[in-house]
């Protein structure tokens, strides 16, 4: 069974970049689409994109300018960049597999807080 | 892009009873509508696919339906385990949306 696992700083400074990584193990990364999705303190789920393994991606408009997600095959890995993060991107955030269009498996949550 | 608005909030069920969570899709998404449960600190589970196949290995007590705008998770005589905050995904356009969640209490 596929496991995802998300690492990167708890704590980022304003105007900065946020960096995770969501590590996938008990499967490879290769033939899948893989999602980051963030969930603000109090609000609901806001899908922010996912890149296939061969590296083509699908952004959210409303974080487009300011996302990137890139892929790692040989490490099983995929990540994220927000960059001129403000408090608003504070959230908790998940990295999840999509199989066929359907996200069937989810990392258990990273808290990101934005704060000086 | 799709919204999705789900009902209710929050409610509260005593065990054995039968619990409906609505989300309606604010343009026609065939049946590209999957359902979640999440617990605190946990991983989300996967549990209705395509809106009405359940996902392998979860309780036949839970069941989906609709087509095109409107869905419906059903948990039929519900547990004390199903205690969770559940909520909806739309992956038939970009951007994916999900609705606002239902928190369910067990009384």
């Known amino acids: 069974q596929v496991q995802l696992q998300e690492s990167g700083p708890g704590l980022v400074k304003p105007s900065e970049t946020l960096s995770l990584t969501c590590t996938v193990s008990?499967?490879?990364?290769?033939?899948?689409?893989w999602n980051w999705i963030r969930q603000p303190p109090g609000k609901g789920l806001e899908w922010m994109g996912n890149?296939?393994?061969?590296?083509?991606?699908n952004y959210n408009p409303s974080l487009k300018s300011r996302v990137t997600i890139s892929v790692d095959t040989s490490k099983n890995r995929f990540s994220l960049n927000l960059s001129s993060v403000t408090a608003a991107d504070t959230a908790v955030y998940y990295c999840?597999?999509?199989?066929?269009?359907?996200?069937?498996?989810w990392g258990q949550g990273t808290l990101v807080t934005v704060s000086s | 892009e799709t919204t999705l608005t789900q009902s209710p909030a929050f409610m509260s069920a005593t065990p054995g009873d039968k619990v409906n969570i609505s989300c309606k899709a604010s343009?026609?998404?065939?049946?590209?509508m999957n359902w979640y449960q999440q617990k605190p600190g946990e991983a989300a589970i996967f549990i209705i696919q395509?809106?009405?196949t359940l996902v392998p290995g979860i309780p036949p007590r839970f069941s989906g339906s609709g087509y095109g705008t409107d869905f419906t998770l059903t948990i039929n005589n519900i547990e004390s385990e199903d205690a969770a905050y559940y909520f909806c995904?739309?992956?038939?356009?970009?951007?994916?949306?999900f609705g606002q969640g239902t928190k369910v209490e067990i009384k």
């Open positions: 999840a597999r999509e199989v066929r269009g359907n996200v069937d498996s």
């Open positions: 008990g499967g490879s990364i290769s033939s899948y689409y």
């Open positions: 343009q026609d998404i065939d049946d590209d």
């Open positions: 890149i296939y393994y061969s590296g083509s991606t």
């Open positions: 995904l739309q992956h038939d356009n970009f951007p994916r949306t």
């Open positions: 395509e809106a009405t």
